[in-house]
Antibody, heavy 119, light 110 residues
C-alpha cells in the first residue's frame, strides 16, 4: 500500500525557516518524481515545487522561488521541503504527492502538515 | 502560472447529473492530455477521481467521467449521491514538471 506521511509543520514567525519531510513507503520511491502542493485555509490547491526521481531536476512556483528548496534522499525514502523567509501568505496545509509513473498525474497524496506563519 | 477557471459552485439533486467545467489555455489544458480531477472532503486530502482527461483509477465509480475540448475540460458525475458532496479541483500539466490547479468547485447535493 502506497503511503506518504508528512511531518515538520508548526508555528513559525515571519522571516523564519522550517523543514518539512515526507516519508514514503509501499513503492519504489527512487523511481518516482514527487511534488509539494499547498492549500491555504479555506482556499484552493496550489503547486509549490517538484523534483525528478533522481533529484537531479527541481522546479518551483514563482511564489516560492528563491525561498524554498526541494530535495530528496532516496536511501531514506524521504522527500523534503526547506522553507525560508517565510511570510504570512505561506500559511497552509502542505501535501506531498507522487507523480504517476506513466503520466503526469499526482496519483497519491499524503494527509498534509499545517504550517502557520504568524508572530 | 494562472489558475484554471472553474465555477465556484454547482448543485444537483440525488440521481441527477452535473458537469463541472475547467478552462485553461493552450499552455496547459489545451496543450496536454494530462488533465486530472480531485475530490476533497472537508479536512481530508484530495482523492484522484479522473486522470489523463478521461481515465478512472481503480476503485472510482463509473459515475465519474471526464472529457476535454480545446482548452476546456469537464467532469461529469451521473446518478448524484449524497456522498458526492465535496470540493472538486481540476489539474493540468503545464510543462517543465509544473502543474496548475483550478480554483475549486463546491458541489452541493440538494
Amino acid at each position: 500500500e502506497v503511503q506518504l506521511v508528512e511531518s515538520g509543520g508548526g508555528l513559525v514567525q515571519p522571516g523564519g525557516s522550517l523543514r518539512l519531510s515526507c516519508a514514503a513507503s509501499g513503492f519504489t520511491f527512487s523511481s518516482y518524481a514527487m511534488h509539494w502542493v499547498r492549500q491555504a485555509p479555506g482556499k484552493g490547491l496550489e503547486y509549490v515545487s517538484a523534483i525528478s526521481s533522481n533529484g537531479g531536476s527541481t522546479y518551483y512556483a514563482n511564489s516560492v522561488k528563491g525561498r524554498f528548496t526541494i530535495s530528496r534522499d532516496n536511501s531514506k525514502n524521504t522527500l523534503y521541503l526547506q522553507m525560508g523567509s517565510l511570510r504570512a501568505e505561506d500559511t497552509a496545509v502542505y501535501y506531498c504527492a507522487r507523480v504517476g509513473r506513466y503520466s503526469k498525474v499526482l496519483d497519491y497524496w499524503g494527509q498534509g502538515t499545517l504550517v502557520t506563519v504568524s508572530s | 502560472q494562472s489558475a484554471l477557471t472553474q465555477p465556484a459552485s454547482v448543485s444537483g439533486s440525488p440521481g441527477q447529473s452535473i458537469t463541472i467545467s475547467c478552462t485553461g489555455t493552450s499552455s496547459d489544458v489545451g496543450g496536454y492530455n494530462y488533465v486530472s480531477w480531485y475530490q476533497q472532503h472537508p479536512g481530508k486530502a484530495p482523492k484522484l477521481m479522473i486522470y489523463d482527461v478521461s481515465k478512472r483509477p481503480s476503485g472510482v465509480s463509473n459515475r465519474f467521467s471526464g472529457s476535454k475540448s480545446g482548452n476546456t475540460a469537464s467532469l461529469t458525475i451521473s446518478g448524484l449521491q449524497a456522498e458526492d458532496e465535496a470540493d472538486y479541483y481540476c489539474c493540468s500539466y503545464a510543462g517543465s514538471s509544473a502543474v496548475v490547479f483550478g480554483g475549486g468547485t463546491k458541489l452541493t447535493v440538494l
